[in-house]
């Protein structure tokens, strides 16, 4: 079948609520151990199917958030989905609990016996409530978001349509693009500041009633961060400072100059070259058709998995009226197939959601032999790693996007890597911060905001935009919003996806990409330190393990005339 042709259906909870009954109550009878593993795989299944329902009614709705039917369903998923979760843990509840939990913990995957306790930690029926208020929270900004109609040269642009103006070479475009997205925001000000001062309060109110010290405490065991902690990410952020900040402040520099200018604004930072940044060649039929042929010729198992995506459209990457900004991938249990959502803009961005989003994809393509839904993608962090490390393993094909400015393109790629670092951890740190004093107002917020800014972004420069002056930057970073300290795993994934360019690409290492694919294969049957180890990476926790790749990377980039570029 075709995506067109999945079926959804809502499920019954009532239905699911009996159905999980009897296989709960088999589990505390069970006078067998081979009975209980029955009775836990059934409820994988059961499982499965619920979530491919929810993932189908989410990703309509996302492709079109004025459908008024999956509107209506987002909104049901939203009252929901605390419901089933209570069901789920109860049923976890009762395989931890039971006599033959040891022969459990033997038999599955231990990342799988891992979430449940996480799961058993990070609910309780008491903040059921609470949970359905901070969903409908998160919805509502997302809303907000897409409902965005912006006009700009003759025509009415939501955010991500925005791009290639704010890419512009003419410096006067690039203001007035910039000056006309951010009037979005300035104009939903108070809005955005009350949804986020509500869902910060929520999320506090969840994690006091949990038992917890504060929101950072749950928000961990939520992000399923079995073998790290806040402090290891405290190190890992203080070597951003030290060994990233010194390298990424000099490329700005250089940046400046590239453009003709003495000192660069905020507007000017998506500018990377005075004749323009590159961009794919083609329109997107012809990107789609080149990104066929790199998968091709990349591996057999790419050539598989490229096929069976644009064989059953789950795919949908233009950029619509109403569609839902951003892009991600998902996948749909039932029907083992990976989805990709894109916003396709005319920018290279395109080739990076071809090559990051497919990244996910094709892990998860290759991780469908795992049988529990809960385990089909790793946690947060480790899944970034096979986005971002998919883009590097694919740059011997960029000419095929790029043409002549292929070089051009990897420059960019590879410099706006390392530059993403310092953003990635102020979004994090600026996460912590906000919920270890959930009191702060919301302009105490943005002047945390920008003190971080200054710390990690220091060549930012927003003296001609008072809104952003005061700290408003974060209000477009939606995972702040929809998914509080998921961003640090983009910047740790980026760190062990830079180890796997200077082993394929630098050290001109075969064995690299046979660790990638053995790591797409184990999904998240490994924790993250546990699937650093098997792709033969440096943690990123670890004191010092930062410095050899940024000075490699400093390094080739020192031997690019950036200037003739």
């Known amino acids: 079948m075709k995506f067109q042709e999945y079926t959804y259906k809502r499920p019954s909870y009532d239905q699911y609520k009996k159905q999980a009954a009897v296989l709960i109550d088999q589990v505390k009878s069970s006078d067998s151990a081979d009975a209980e593993i029955v ?261 057999s198992q790419t050539k598989e998995f490229i096929d069976f995506m644009f064989d059953h459209n789950l795919v949908d990457l233009l950029a619509k009226e109403g569609k839902a900004s951003g892009g991600y991938c998902t996948y749909l249990p039932d029907f083992e197939s990976p989805f990709i959502f894109a916003n396709f803009n005319g920018t290279s961005g395109d080739i990076d959601v071809l090559t990051h989003e497919a990244g996910h994809a094709f892990q998860v393509f290759q991780s469908r032999w795992i049988n529990q839904p809960e385990i089909v993608f790793p946690t947060y962090e480790s899944c970034e790693i096979h986005s971002m490390s998919m883009e590097f393993f694919t740059y011997p094909w960029m000419e095929l996007f790029f043409k002549d400015q292929t070089e051009k393109y990897k420059f960019d790629h590879l410099s706006s890597a390392l530059r993403f670092l310092p953003y990635g951890v102020l979004v994090d740190h600026f996460q912590h911060e906000v919920y270890e004093n959930p009191e702060l107002t919301p302009d105490e917020r943005k002047a945390v905001w920008r003190r971080l800014e200054r710390q990690y972004l220091p060549e930012r420069d927003f003296s001609e935009s008072e809104f952003l002056e005061k700290g408003t930057f974060w209000y477009r970073q939606g995972h702040i919003f929809d998914s509080p300290f998921y961003y640090i795993d983009y910047t740790l994934a980026q760190i062990c996806a830079l180890q796997f360019w200077k082993r394929a690409l630098v050290d001109e290492d075969d064995q690299a990409w046979n660790d990638y694919l053995e790591i797409c294969r184990v999904g998240g049957t490994q924790s993250f330190l546990e699937i650093i180890e098997t792709a033969h990476l440096r943690s990123p926790f670890e004191e010092g393990s930062l410095r050899g790749v940024v000075e490699t990377i400093a390094s080739e980039l020192d031997k690019v005339d950036d200037t003739r570029l």
């Open 39 to 299: 009775a836990v795989n059934q409820m994988s299944d059961l499982m499965s199917s619920v979530e491919t329902m929810m993932t189908l009614a989410s990703i309509r709705h996302s492709i079109d958030t004025k459908d008024d039917f999956y509107e209506k369903e987002d909104q049901y998923w939203n009252e929901y989905l605390p419901l089933y979760q209570e069901i789920d843990t109860n049923f976890y509840r009762a395989v931890t609990n039971s006599r033959y939990y040891d022969d459990i913990k033997r038999t599955f995957p231990k990342t799988f016996i891992k979430h449940m306790q996480y799961e058993l930690q990070s609910f309780d029926k008491s903040v059921i409530d609470l949970l359905q208020k901070e969903n409908q929270l998160s919805s509502d900004y997302q809303k907000l978001i897409a409902s965005a109609q912006i006009d700009y040269d003759g025509q009415k642009l939501n955010l991500s349509q925005f791009g290639p103006y704010l890419q512009d070479t003419d410096r006067s475009i690039r203001k007035s693009a910039s000056d006309a997205q951010w009037s979005f925001f300035e104009e939903h000000e108070q809005k955005i500041d009350e949804l986020y001062d509500q869902l910060v309060k929520t999320r506090n109110q969840i994690a006091k009633k949990l038992g917890f010290k504060d929101f950072v405490e749950l928000g961990y065991v939520r992000m399923k961060r079995y073998d790290y902690n806040r402090e290891m990410v405290e190190v890992y952020r203080n070597q951003v400072l030290e060994y990233v900040v010194p390298v990424t402040t000099d490329l700005a520099e250089k940046q400046a100059k590239r453009i003709g200018l003495k000192s660069m604004k905020h507007y000017d930072t998506p500018l990377q070259f005075l004749n323009g940044n590159p961009v794919p060649k083609g329109n997107s039929d012809d990107i789609i058709d080149q990104g066929r042929k790199m998968y091709h010729e990349l591996s």
